[in-house]
Every structure is written in structure tokens, then in C-alpha cells.
């Protein structure tokens, strides 16, 4: 019984070694080490972002560094035609069956440090494959899709939604079209673009509250070319069995779970409540963004026709909203503003590698308890 023990001990801390003797089961990554701080930040200036023009050279940057680690594939075109790209992270040269999962950003074009952190985390890991233990360990046994800007021609006009005037993040096939969800069934009726991000400020006059209930979420669900091509790329991840999703926001500063549909299709289970509760807190305790403890019940925020929402909905796997920066960025309460990127940077670090070093946990619905290994400086000071 002592033998066994031990041989079980062993292998659950000999991830690599195992590599050669499974070809057909995901190996576990429990083996990573918290004393691991030495990797390294990307070389980013305050400053300078990437608007599509720059990510695209960038996404193309990291394939010709990094071919062994990094395919890079468009998902689809956006209205006016621009490519949506997705970086596909793993180490091509191990092909074993891996954990996959799905990170997005800017499906609110305005919102641009949504797609930076995105490109900041791809080339955090890039960096450091080979050259930190838990790093390469983590790109061995996972296929990282990333999607840094689902709404190319929102973010080239600063705008929140698509250039059809549809807010994306209300188009997903989940109570779709609900006025109490903060989702007006508009489209193409009132002519083709129905409103711009830079309207809302004004509306404030009138309204003493956001008025959310005038996001237009389109004419019937996946109704726009970028929202069919996540849905795509979705489907295609899970036919390889995704393990969770994350959809990157600015500027709300915390994390939310399903459900945020003002009529949830249906009521998740006492473990899938558990475990959304536990990351939560989770980020809570370990960085600086809160709790968005907004789900589940009826109270507090609702949105419908999310990308987090459908997700979890149509695949059952762990889904997430994180919400970068702090609401004095925040867009609609006055233009918002762009500066400390590399800051907010270092601030999504902890929250991309809990994920990570946990998606066997997420996978499975169990408890993720790993602590991920940091550099230093993170997560950093928050600002005062
Ligand atoms: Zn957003």
C-alpha cells in the first residue's frame, strides 16, 4: 500500500516523464513549482498600443519568431472586411492530446486594453517557453487560442459596437433580445448603423441612469460576421473538448460567472455555483479586481446575450468575464481615457495564469486550488 502510495506521489510529480508513456490521456500539470518567479515581462512601453494595424503585424512577429509554438489563422472578416485573427499557443512539436481553452478581447472595440492584455499574455508566454519550468510545462500540455480583437473595425473607430451598430456582446444565442437583459431587437430596421459608442455620454441628459436597455443586440442572434466566427472557432475548439473560456472587458474591474441573462435557460448545479464562487474569490484575495458577485440570484446586473453566458451555456465549461482596468476608464461615463498600460498589463498576469495552471480542475469542475507562479512585481502596486 506504501508502494503504491509513493508510485502515485511520483507520477503525479513527473508530468514530463509521463509525456512518453501516454500518448491517448491528458497529462496532468500539477507538478508546477510556486518557487518558480523567474520568468520574465515583455519588453511593453506606456503608450503604445495596438490598434489592428499593429496587432496584425505583431500576431505575424510572433509566428516568424516562434513557428514551433504559435499558428496564426483568421477566424473570419469583420463587416467592413478586416481580418479576425486567432493565435493558436501550444508547442507544436509535443502532440499528445492537450487541454484547450479560449481567451477574447475587444468585442467592445472601444475598450482597447481588452485586446492588449491578450497580446501581452501570448507574448509573456512566447518569451518564456524554455526558459521557465512551468511555462513550458503549461505549453506542452495546452492549446491557448487567443482572440485579442474580436471587433476590428469597432476598435479602429473607438466605438463599442460592430460597424453595423450592433453590440456583440448581446448577439450570442442566450436570452437573446431581452429589453430587461439591456438588449434592444433592432438591426438593420432603423437603417444600417443605429448608434455609435459616442452618443452614449449624452444620453445621460435624459436618462439618470445608463440607459442599457438601448444596446442593440441585432436583428436575431449570431446576426453579425464576427459573432459567427467565434461561434465557429468555439465549436471547432470543443470538438477537442474545450476547458474553459474568458472574454476580456474594460472597465468594470472584477471578474464575473453566468449567469448574467435576465432569464437563465436553465439552473446551474451546486458544483458549477462552487466552483465560479471559489474563482471569484480566488481573484478577490489575490489580485486587485473584485468579486463581481452579481450572478446567480436576481439581483444586480443583467445582461443578455453574452458571449460568457452562451458558452457556458451550449459547452458546460467554466466561462468568464474579466474586466480590466478600473471604472475611472470606464467609456460611457465620459470618453473614458488610455494611460499606465503597462501597469493594467501586470494586473491581468495573475488572472490568465490561474486559469492556466488550473485548467485540469476547470476541465473536470473540481476545485482550483494551484497557485500560479508570478514574476516579480506582480501582480503590481495598485495604482493610487
Ligand atoms: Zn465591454
Known amino acids: 500500500m506504501l508502494f503504491i502510495t509513493l508510485l502515485l506521489i511520483t507520477l503525479s510529480f513527473s508530468g514530463c516523464i509521463q509525456e512518453e508513456e501516454s500518448n491517448d490521456e491528458k497529462e496532468t500539470i500539477n507538478n508546477i513549482d510556486e518557487l518558480d518567479v523567474c520568468s520574465i515581462l515583455p519588453d511593453w512601453k506606456d503608450g503604445e498600443y495596438h490598434e489592428y494595424y499593429k496587432t496584425t503585424d505583431l500576431l505575424n512577429e510572433?509566428?516568424?519568431?516562434?513557428?514551433?509554438?504559435?499558428?496564426?489563422?483568421?477566424?473570419?472578416e469583420s463587416v467592413l472586411g478586416k481580418n479576425i485573427w486567432c493565435i493558436r499557443i501550444t508547442n507544436e512539436k509535443n502532440n499528445q492530446v492537450k487541454y484547450n481553452c479560449l481567451i477574447d478581447g475587444c468585442i467592445h472595440g472601444c475598450e482597447w486594453e481588452a485586446g492588449e492584455a491578450c497580446l501581452y499574455f501570448a507574448e509573456y508566454l512566447l518569451i518564456n517557453f524554455g526558459k521557465n519550468e512551468s511555462i513550458t510545462n503549461i505549453l506542452n500540455v495546452t492549446e491557448i487560442y487567443i482572440v485579442p480583437l474580436l471587433n476590428p473595425d469597432g476598435r479602429q473607430a473607438d466605438d463599442r459596437f460592430n460597424a453595423n451598430g450592433v453590440d456583440l456582446n448581446r448577439n450570442f444565442n442566450i436570452?437573446?433580445?431581452?429589453?430587461?437583459?439591456?438588449?434592444?431587437?433592432v438591426g438593420t430596421?432603423?437603417?444600417?448603423?443605429?448608434?455609435?459608442?459616442?452618443?452614449?455620454p449624452r444620453l445621460h441628459k435624459w436618462f439618470s441612469s445608463f440607459p442599457r436597455f438601448?444596446?442593440?443586440?441585432?436583428?436575431?442572434?449570431?446576426?453579425?460576421?464576427?459573432?459567427?466566427?467565434?461561434?465557429d472557432l468555439t465549436y471547432e475548439i470543443d470538438s477537442h473538448d474545450l476547458s474553459f473560456y474568458l472574454n476580456c472587458h474594460t472597465a468594470v474591474h472584477n471578474i464575473a460567472t453566468p449567469w448574467t441573462a435576465f432569464n437563465p435557460p436553465f439552473e446551474m448545479t451546486n458544483q458549477e455555483k462552487k466552483i465560479f464562487t471559489y474563482v471569484k474569490e480566488w481573484v478577490a484575495e489575490n489580485t486587485e479586481y473584485e468579486n463581481a458577485d452579481l450572478s446567480f440570484e436576481g439581483e444586480g446586473y443583467k445582461a443578455s446575450g453574452t458571449s460568457t453566458d452562451w458558452c457556458?451555456?451550449?459547452?458546460?465549461?467554466?466561462?468568464f468575464t474579466f474586466e480590466i482596468?478600473?471604472?475611472?476608464?470606464?467609456?460611457?461615463a465620459g470618453g473614458g481615457k488610455h494611460d499606465s498600460l503597462v501597469h493594467w498589463m501586470k494586473t491581468t498576469l495573475p488572472v490568465f495564469m490561474y486559469l492556466l495552471v488550473n485548467i485540469e480542475n476547470l476541465h473536470d469542475w473540481q476545485i482550483p486550488?494551484?497557485?500560479?507562479?508570478?514574476?516579480?512585481?506582480?501582480?503590481?502596486?495598485?495604482?493610487?
Do not use: H, M
Not at 486550488?369 to 493610487?384: A, F, K, R
Open 214 to 231: 438601448l444596446l442593440n443586440c441585432g436583428r436575431r442572434p449570431f446576426s453579425e460576421p464576427e459573432t459567427q466566427a467565434l461561434r
Open 325 to 332: 482596468l478600473s471604472q475611472d476608464y470606464e467609456p460611457a
Open 312 to 319: 457556458f451555456k451550449e459547452f458546460k465549461v467554466p466561462s
Open 175 to 185: 436570452d437573446f433580445g431581452r429589453i430587461r437583459g439591456g438588449s434592444l431587437r
Open 62 to 76: 510572433f509566428q516568424i519568431k516562434y513557428p514551433d509554438l504559435v499558428n496564426l489563422f483568421s477566424i473570419g
Open 369 to 384: 486550488d494551484i497557485q500560479p507562479p508570478l514574476p516579480e512585481d506582480v501582480p503590481p502596486t495598485p495604482l493610487s
Open 189 to 200: 430596421v432603423l437603417g444600417k448603423k443605429v448608434f455609435t459608442y459616442r452618443e452614449f
